[in-house]
């Protein structure tokens, strides 16, 4: 990742003190609130993706670096609100912003940097570009009320759980790959979107593999969250379709309770079903397929990094 951000660090460090900048409210509770979150770090792919993009098309610009900030303020905006909606106590190492200030001053944030990175985007003036955000932030409400509507439902099909991840998380990707694209004069960015789908649903699907296979720690969330919440995510989904009558059972009963209770067994489960391989296995499939539309693309550092990018987002525990 290191490598990855020295191709755009120049960049990368402007789009963070753009962040600072932009965080700034008369308002006391709300620049502590948005600093909070976004000082937590993270892996700011997302921003990464539009600088990473731009430059592969040939041409940076202070736009990407807005861009890069209206990505990164949407991202932190769907995290205030998911945490609330799942009632989540840890991201990232430490506690939430709701658990910390209580629901309602994280709701309301989380609207000041969606209006934010709204008024941002006007700034740019690039109709295209405001289109595919707002395309995407309405897509990513869609995503997140469907998986609500699935959460307890141990019905729920492989279909519906890619649309979830596709809603919920891809998009956003390929929004900002895209973006970063049409930004550096791309007319027809369709394979930059496409790039964004295939590495947000792979980053989805290991995401859910460490949630059976890593720890707390490493994580930076609590091992198990998913389960309690009744996420029917494609671990889950694969016990219930190939494990033996005794794992199914267990799956079923966790999901419908919304519970954890069982973590132990519900993880032996997940690993001897093959569950952790097929789903590895598919985020794989994501991967390369991520990178195939980068063929295209004339050889260039940002090129490699976002093949780079793609082949780590399955070699990770984190």
């Known amino acids: 990742m290191q ?12 789009v963070n003190q753009l962040i600072i900048e932009q965080l700034h409210s008369d308002v006391p509770l709300v620049e502590n609130i948005g600093h909070y979150i976004v000082d937590a770090g993270g892996k700011r792919l997302r ?19 807005v861009l890069a900030t209206v990505i990164e303020f949407i991202h932190t905006a769907t995290l205030l609100h998911d945490d609330v909606v799942d009632i989540s106590a840890l991201r990232r190492g430490r506690a939430t912003a709701n658990a910390q200030w209580g629901n309602a001053p994280s709701v309301l944030v989380g609207d000041f940097l969606y209006s934010r990175a709204f008024q941002l985007l006007v700034s740019l003036g690039n ?16 995503g997140e009320v469907l998986q609500l509507s699935k959460a307890g439902d141990p019905n729920t099909s492989e279909a519906d759980y890619f649309q979830i991840i596709n809603n919920k998380t891809a998009v956003l990707f390929a929004a900002a790959t895209a973006g970063g694209a049409v930004l550096a004069g791309v007319e027809n960015a369709q ?6 789908l295939k590495l947000g649903t792979a980053f989805q699907l290991i995401d859910d593999v460490l949630d059976y296979e890593g720890d707390t720690a490493t994580l930076g969330k609590n091992i198990g969250d998913d389960l309690a919440e009744g996420k029917p995510t494609l671990p889950l989904i694969y016990v219930m379709a190939h494990g033996s009558t005794e794992q199914q059972q267990l799956v079923y009963d966790a999901i419908t309770n919304k519970s954890s209770e069982q973590l132990i067994a519900i993880v ?8 952790i391989d097929y789903t590895r296995a598919a985020a794989l499939t994501s991967s390369q397929e991520a990178i195939a539309t980068l063929d295209s693309l004339a050889d260039s550092p940002y090129k490699q990094a976002l093949k780079t990018l793609a082949e780590l987002s399955v070699a990770r525990d984190f």
Do not use: C, W
């Open 3 to 14: 490598q990855i951000r020295a191709v755009i660090s120049k960049e990368f460090d402007a």
């Open 47 to 65: 921003p990464m993706l539009a600088l990473l993009a731009g430059g592969a098309s040939g041409k940076l610009s202070h736009a990407h670096i």
């Open 268 to 275: 032996d489960a997940v690993k001897t079903s093959g569950a």
């Open 191 to 196: 394979h930059y979107y496409q790039y964004g």
């Open 127 to 142: 109709m295209q570009v405001m289109s595919m955000l707002a395309d995407a932030t309405n897509t990513i409400a869609e």
